[in-house]
Every structure is written in structure tokens, then in C-alpha cells.
T-cell receptor, first 115, second 109 residues
Framework: DAGVIQSPRHEVTEMGQEVTLRCKPI?????LFWYRQTMMRGLELLIY????????DSGMPEDRFSAKMPNASFSTLKIQPSEPRDSAVYFC?????????????FGEGSRLTVL | AQRVTQPEKLLSVFKGAPVELKCNYS??????LFWYVQYSRQRLQLLLR??SRESIKGFTADLNKGETSFHLKKPFAQEEDSAMYYC???????????FGKGTKLSVIP
């Protein structure tokens, strides 16, 4: 298995543009997490899906952020409109145990720069 | 609220010297603690968990509930240990890992 696959690896965009980040979890994993990493705040959980259903989106910063998981093998995180403060590395992670063992498998991350 | 604190952003040690990466936590119940590691150009990955009480790549970590600490230790550092290390906490019955901000370990040859 290639592990969790994220795209794009790097994205540079201008303020106000829409950004879509994509994630393919490991086959057979039933849980998916989106994290955001910044220098100031470290790794923060944005949203958690279990069996394709959003369970906890309390970490989503505001209405400009949205996430979907239309099927077990694909998820998107969308920012519209983007702002410079959204610049960060966004990680997707999946788990076979709903995250309850603490073992998450991370993707390589998508580095977003909003100018 | 649960919180994980890693007081050192950067730790530099010489090859062969002992290493201790500090982690303190705040949690009212009985947590599970983990260390994750990210080597250069690699993914963040689980290194070890306290319930396993195992040694991985020579690293060990003991949960000290009295001091609310979970420090990562290795008696003799190797150059390949250079990486970012993150301490993480999982609350009882939870799915949400709370991460510390990480410590960058640099092993000097």
C-alpha cells in the first residue's frame, strides 16, 4: 500500500481564491482525520470522519472551511475564500480503529501558501 | 481540557550521548501517551505508545502519573535519530489525539 496519499503537495494561491486539498486514505481504514500544522499552534485537528460520516468538526476554524468524504477512498478539504492566515501544512491521516488506539497513518501533507 | 507540553523546541546532542526529550501533559483522567516521529522528508509516524512498554530503535518512555510526564529517552544517540519528535495524548474513550508542538532533535556527529 502506498499509504495515505495527499494532493497537491504544494499550493501557492492568492487571497480570495478557492483551495481544494485532496486525500486518499489507506484502503480498509474506516476513519479519516484532517489536521492543520502551524508554527504557532502546532498540530490541530480540524475534522474527523468515521465510516465517511463527519463525527466532529469542532476544529474547523470558520465557515470558509468545509470537508467532505463522498466515499471510503476519498476526502476533500476546501477553503473558500482563502486568506493569508490559512497558510499552513494540512495533513490527512487515517486509522483502522477509529483512532481509538492512537495509531494514525499520516500523509505527507499539503503545504499551502496564501499570498 | 487536555494539553501536551514539550518545553524544548530544539535539542542538540553529540553522537553517543544520552538523549531525553521532555513531555508533560495535563489531563484529568487516565490518558494514553504516544511518541510520534517525523524524519526528514518522511511522514509523521508512530514511534511508541506507553501501554506497550516497549523499546523502539533504542528509545523508551515511561509514563509518570505523579509528575504527569512521558519523557522519551535513549542512552546513546545516533545520527539517524535526528528528526522532529511529537508527544501526543489520547483521552479515555476518545479518538482525538492532542499533540505537543514538537522537539527537533539534532544529533551532532
Amino acid at each position: 500500500d502506498a499509504g495515505v496519499i495527499q494532493s497537491p503537495r504544494h499550493e501557492v494561491t492568492e487571497m480570495g481564491q478557492e483551495v481544494t486539498l485532496r486525500c486518499k486514505p489507506i484502503s480498509g481504514h474506516n476513519s479519516l482525520f484532517w489536521y492543520r500544522q502551524t508554527m504557532m499552534r502546532g498540530l490541530e485537528l480540524l475534522i474527523y470522519f468515521n465510516n465517511n460520516v463527519p463525527i466532529d468538526d469542532s476544529g474547523m476554524p470558520e465557515d470558509r472551511f468545509s470537508a467532505k468524504m463522498p466515499n471510503a477512498s476519498f476526502s476533500t478539504l476546501k477553503i473558500q475564500p482563502s486568506e493569508p492566515r490559512d497558510s499552513a501544512v494540512y495533513f490527512c491521516a487515517s486509522s483502522i480503529t477509529g483512532g481509538r488506539t492512537g495509531e494514525l497513518f499520516f500523509g505527507e501533507g499539503s503545504r499551502l501558501t496564501v499570498l | 481540557a487536555q494539553r501536551v507540553t514539550q518545553p524544548e523546541k530544539l535539542l542538540s546532542v553529540f553522537k553517543g550521548a544520552p538523549v531525553e526529550l521532555k513531555c508533560n501533559y495535563s489531563y484529568s483522567g487516565s490518558p494514553e501517551l504516544f511518541w510520534y516521529v517525523q524524519y526528514s522528508r518522511q511522514r509523521l509516524q508512530l514511534l511508541l505508545r506507553h501501554i506497550s512498554r516497549e523499546s523502539i530503535k533504542g528509545f523508551t518512555a515511561d509514563l509518570n502519573k505523579g509528575e504527569t510526564s512521558f519523557h522519551l529517552k535513549k542512552p546513546f544517540a545516533q545520527e539517524e535519530d535526528s528528526a522532529m519528535y511529537y508527544c501526543a495524548l489520547l483521552g479515555a474513550g476518545s479518538y482525538q489525539l492532542t499533540f505537543g508542538k514538537g522537539t527537533k532533535l539534532s544529533v551532532i556527529p
